[in-house]
């Protein structure tokens, strides 16, 4: 089994949508990142979490929420949907200095 | 705020060439520089971490550099394979230290290994 999973792997929204993407780790780490990769931009990151009291935004935090429900579980929530949201979304978790990836969650919002 | 720039952006070679792809990075109080490897579509994969301290690290056919007194890390591919073929992603802290407030990416190289 993989040791970060991302669901769902695949979405489409419409603009005005409240959608919630997931990430679940088997990995133990207390670090937690949500990242967003653009075409031409690179990744950028969107908010991340030390432990389930700990929550810190990102780079480009606007539009975007968090929750973390429990030491193996980080959401990413877009409150209300646009167009410029559409990305390929990564989360992430970390142990001393290095950072592990899920599969990734393409969304698309039409 | 950190900045990481990737050289050249795209690459082609023939099969079993050695090669090097370059990244450069503008805050060099950092204590490790990542490099990860990206398919088409899929998630990112961790290739080597260099810490500061050991300058070089090495996995197989790769080895990784590091010289924070220049701001710059290359990745050196040994007998390259077309399974090689990926983008290659260079990622440093985003702020002075270790990464733990996140990593600042570069644009990744495009390489592509010809049969």
């Known amino acids: 089994d993989a040791d970060v999973t991302q669901t769902p792997r695949n979405r489409i929204t419409k603009t005005g949508k409240r959608i919630m993407l997931e990430c679940s780790q088997t990995k133990g780490h207390d670090r937690m990142y949500w990242y967003r990769q653009d075409p031409g931009l690179g990744l950028r990151l969107i908010y991340y979490?030390?432990?389930?009291?700990?929550?810190n935004k990102g780079e480009i935090s606007d539009g975007y929420s968090v929750s973390r429900q429990a030491q193996a579980k980080f959401s990413l929530s877009l409150e209300s949907a646009i167009p410029n949201q559409t990305a390929l979304y990564f989360c992430?978790?970390?142990?001393?200095?290095?950072?592990?990836f899920g599969p990734g969650t393409r969304l698309t919002v039409l | 705020k950190q900045e990481v720039t990737q050289i050249p952006a795209a690459l082609s070679v023939p099969e079993g060439e050695n090669l090097v792809l370059n990244c450069s990075f503008t805050d060099s109080a950092i204590y490790n520089l990542q490099w990860f490897r990206q398919d088409p579509g899929k998630g990112l994969t961790s290739l080597l971490l260099?810490?500061?301290?050991?300058r070089e690290q090495t996995s197989g056919r790769l080895n990784a550099s590091l010289d924070k007194s220049s701001g710059r890390s290359t990745l050196y591919i040994a007998a390259s394979q077309p399974g090689d073929s990926a983008t290659y992603l260079c990622a440093a802290p985003m702020y002075s230290g270790g990464g733990a407030d996140g990593l600042t990416f570069g644009k990744g190289t495009h390489l592509i290994i010809q049969p």
């Open positions: 260099i810490q500061s301290s050991q």
């Open positions: 979490s030390f432990d389930v009291k700990d929550i």
């Open positions: 992430a978790t970390s142990i001393g200095n290095e950072q592990f």
